[in-house]
């Protein structure tokens, strides 16, 4: 079956992003040797557009790539872009905005001095929701036993590369037990992050979520939820190092993400975890959607449409 129309931009190029746009020679198809980054709007409104824009500098610092654009040339481009969705679509639905970067073509041959010159893609769709039933039942997780996350020493988990692997065995290995998400355990056995997401507990009424430290991304919600959006639910939020024993004396578990911003876990394997409409979790979600209906206002220069 068909999926949703998406938009693609390669190199300044408007076009259905089925057809094709990156030659076989491209670092980010032959290594992963890309950056990305993922935006989503709220009524209308790109969120976050500086924080996310600074997380992928900060990946391609990483990675010594050089960005082939400024801020707002990437963002002319998304707004084109966007506009071409539009246009082809006639659809006025919230979007999702992906922007990856790669360090381009050339010989065949890890050495980057190899590449040529960076291309870039923009890709856009509507942006997919949870179901209300699902947000009313929860999302269930299974562990991760046959992996591991990637240590921060070898390929760390904070920059957003074109390296997915890690995280697609991951959430195979839970989609095999019938679960819709994966939770990983560092090398030290601490729970670290989902595969597409930070994962986030609640005990006592304050809310809990893995310090960057025990090797995840910095996910942009996550920083959100755990100040302005916290503090304005009149929820204490911090930092704790948390392993599997854990989990029978925790209340509630969340999902954080762009695209999903905060999303109730009923189970993690046979632990259950709260799911109801008096819960924290559902506080943060209210007060989340305060903060974005806030920030589409004070941001008219990042409407998309």
């Not at 746009?21 to 950056?35: E, H, I, K, Q, W």
């Not at 590369?161 to 991951?170: C, D, K, R, S, V």
Request: net charge neutral.
């Amino acid at each position: 079956m068909a999926g949703p129309y998406i938009q693609a931009c390669t190199n300044g190029r408007l076009h259905n992003a089925q057809e094709p746009s990156v030659a076989p020679l491209n670092r980010g198809f032959l290594y992963g040797d890309a950056v990305y980054e993922v935006w989503r709007t709220y009524h209308g409104v790109v969120f976050a557009w500086a924080e996310h824009w600074s997380r992928l500098e900060q990946s391609a610092a990483a990675l010594h790539l050089t960005l082939p654009f400024t801020a707002e040339q990437a963002w002319a481009e998304i707004r084109r872009t966007a506009a071409a969705y539009r246009q082809a679509t006639g659809r006025t639905d919230e979007l999702y905005i992906r922007l990856q970067v790669t360090r381009g073509g050339g010989p065949i041959g890890l050495d980057v001095a190899l590449a040529e010159a960076t291309d870039y893609v923009v890709l856009v769709q509507p942006n997919t929701e949870h179901p209300a039933a699902t947000l009313r039942a929860g999302l269930r997780l299974s562990l991760a036993t046959s992996l591991r996350r990637n240590p921060a020493e070898t390929l760390n988990p904070a920059w957003k590369t074109g390296n997915y692997l890690n995280n697609i065995l991951g959430l195979r290995e839970a989609r095999a037990r019938g679960a819709d998400e994966v939770v990983m355990l560092n090398q030290a056995g601490e729970v670290t992050e989902a595969a597409v997401s930070n994962i986030a507990f609640v005990r006592g009424g304050t809310l809990l979520t893995p310090p960057l430290t025990a090797g995840i991304l910095g996910g942009i919600t996550r920083e959100l939820v755990l100040g302005p959006v916290a503090a304005a639910a009149g929820i204490p939020a911090r930092e704790e190092t948390i392993r599997p024993a854990d989990w029978a004396g925790l209340e509630e578990c969340l999902l954080l993400s762009t695209t999903k911003d905060v999303t109730p876990v009923a189970a993690i394997d046979g632990q259950k975890f709260k799911v109801a409409a008096d819960s924290v979790t559902a506080r943060l979600k209210a007060a989340f959607a305060d903060y974005t209906r806030s920030y589409a206002a004070a941001h008219p220069e990042r409407r998309v449409g």
